[in-house]
C-alpha cells in the first residue's frame, strides 16, 4: 500500500523574504523561529519525517505546521500571523478595561475618602468598596491584588503613593553650578 506524501507546500517569494527576515532577526522567540524552519523545509519538499529528524521535533508537529500554514494561506492572513499562536481556548475576562481602571483610581485615592478608617488600602477592602460602590459584582480579593500587581500597583508600599514628594528648588543650584562653571573657565 503506498504512502501519503505530504501536501504541497510552495512559498512565494514574497512569503520566503519575509520567513527569512523572520529567522534573521534576533528578537524573534524560539516557537516562532522552528515554526518558520518547519515550513521553509516542507517548501524544499521535505516529507514530515525528514523535518523531525532535522529539527528534533515530532511528526505531528511538522505536519500540524504544514497544514495550518495551509490553511490559513488560502484565507489569505499575513505570513507574521500564519506563525503565531493560535487563539486559546478559555474563559473569556470577566472585567472591563473601565473595571479595572476605577480600581486603580480608588486605589489612588485614600481610604478616607471612602469612609474608611484606615490609612492605606488592603486588597480586601478594595474588593469591598468595588462591590459596595457596584462597580463588580463579585471579585475576590486575590484577584484585586493580581490586578494591581500587573499594573505594578502597590498603594500600600509607598509613603508618596497619594501625594508626591515636596520638588526641591532647583533654579538656584543650577545657576550656581553655571556661575562657578564660568568662573572656572576664566
Known sequence: MPRLAPKLLELEPGEQEEIEKILARHSTSQQVAKRAKI????????????????????RKMA??????WLELKQKDVPVVE????????????????EQVLQLFAIACESPEKYGRPTSHWTSRELAEEMIEQEIVANISPRHVGRLLSEASLKPHCSEYWLNPPPMKDLTKKSKISVDSINKQSK
Open 63 to 68: 505536519r500540524l505546521w504544514r497544514d495550518r
Open 82 to 97: 500564519r506563525l503565531a499562536d493560535a487563539q486559546r481556548s478559555g474563559k473569556p475576562t470577566q472585567f472591563t478595561t
Open 39 to 58: 515550513i521553509i523545509l516542507a517548501s524544499k519538499g521535505e516529507n514530515h519525517r525528514a523535518i523531525a529528524r532535522e529539527l528534533d521535533i515530532s
